[in-house]
T-cell receptor, first 113, second 110 residues
């Protein structure tokens, strides 16, 4: 059974940083592209970033480019999202997703003073 | 990066069929057969219902079907059931090596 468990969310002040983690199990993590998707409270899904199997191909949405960094550690079956220069509009539940087919339950990031 | 366009809401009675549209451009829906549809119940994580335009993952009811014509994709749900009431999102690969979602459609089963 595929399991994706996100963690690292919380309350952070504008301009601050957070690192999200997503621990994967139940499938060969190193064989799959991974994505981060977010959802602001009461709003729709928004794609954030993706990374290929060995980390050599990375893409970002314009809204986070230059502020967020996606990475992965295949030895630890873990996906990361380093979020810097956070803004109020980054407040959302962040989901990691295996090839955009299966995702976790998400972790809530709140950016507020 | 503009989102794909979906109707804000649709409704239908139990047993009926409904269709949700998702309109993009030649740079996303029209240019690739990488359209997916997701179902999301309140407070729950999204669930993949259709991938690659018209394919159903294992375990998804055959009452759900997908199609595409030009820059518009569609999700059809036949034999509506109460448990189908949820938000539905389309998604497509975009030529800028990114992914884009629609704004979401709230399905109400009357």
């Amino acid at each position: 059974e595929v399991q994706l468990v996100e963690s690292g969310g919380g309350l952070v002040q504008p301009g601050g940083s957070l690192r999200l983690s997503c621990v994967a199990s139940g499938f060969p993590f190193s064989s799959y592209w991974m994505h981060w998707v977010r959802q602001a409270p009461g709003k729709g899904l928004v794609w954030v970033s993706r990374i290929n199997t060995d980390g050599s191909i990375i893409n970002y949405a314009d809204s986070v480019k230059g502020r967020f960094t996606i990475s992965r550690d295949n030895a630890k079956n873990t996906l990361y999202l380093q979020m810097n220069s956070l803004r109020a509009e980054d407040t959302a539940i962040y989901y990691c997703a295996k090839s955009l087919a299966e995702g976790g339950q998400g972790t809530l990031v709140t950016v507020s003073s | 990066q503009s989102a794909l366009t979906q109707p804000a809401s649709v409704s239908g009675s139990p047993g009926q069929s409904i269709t949700i549209s998702c309109t993009g451009t030649s740079s996303d829906i029209g240019g690739y057969n990488y359209v997916s549809w997701y179902q999301q119940h309140p407070g729950k994580a999204p669930k993949l219902m259709i991938y690659d335009v018209s394919n159903r993952p294992s375990g998804v009811s055959n009452r759900f079907s997908g199609s595409k014509s030009g820059n518009t994709a569609s999700l059809t749900i036949s034999g509506l059931q109460a448990e189908d009431e949820a938000d539905y999102y389309c998604s497509s690969y975009r030529s800028s090596n990114t992914q884009v979602f629609g704004g979401g459609t709230k399905l109400t089963v009357l």
